[in-house]
């Protein structure tokens, strides 16, 4: 896969029961990170592992671009957004951005998640 991104080919991440054993989103990308992580550990030392920040591209924009402009903030995309609290994922620290990201993808789950929006409109509230 990071090949295939390296190339400019289009790449998405998702989820499908058909295809796994659970629907998260989380979960997929959290699954990604570590099954690179063991091709690049036990097979492949010359192609980087996937990074947090790659599976979180892969299972937003980069899957989004397959139904269109979706998958991003940026001026021109529908609004489709899951809004998380992780407020309950305690940690002894203040934590970054991205530490926060890292976070949500290996600890937080659908209790997490306090709304949810499809085309600016919102259809779940917690």
């Known amino acids: 896969m990071k090949t295939y991104l390296a190339k400019g080919m289009k790449v998405g991440l998702g989820t499908d029961l058909a295809a796994g054993s659970s629907l998260s989103v989380f979960r997929a990308m959290a699954m990604a990170v570590q099954c690179f992580k063991l091709?690049?550990?036990l097979l492949d030392q010359s192609v980087a592992p996937l990074t947090a920040e790659e599976a979180f591209y892969l299972a937003t924009k980069g899957g989004g671009e397959f139904f269109g402009k979706v998958g991003?903030?940026?001026?021109?995309?529908?609004f489709d957004a899951v809004v998380l609290d992780d407020s309950a994922i305690r940690h002894p620290q203040e934590l970054t951005v991205k530490e926060r990201l890292e976070r949500a993808i290996y600890l937080a789950g659908d209790q997490n998640t306090v709304a949810k929006f499809i085309g600016g409109k919102e259809i779940f509230r917690k």
């Open 39 to 41: 091709r690049w550990r």
């Open 72 to 78: 991003s903030f940026e001026e021109g995309y529908e």
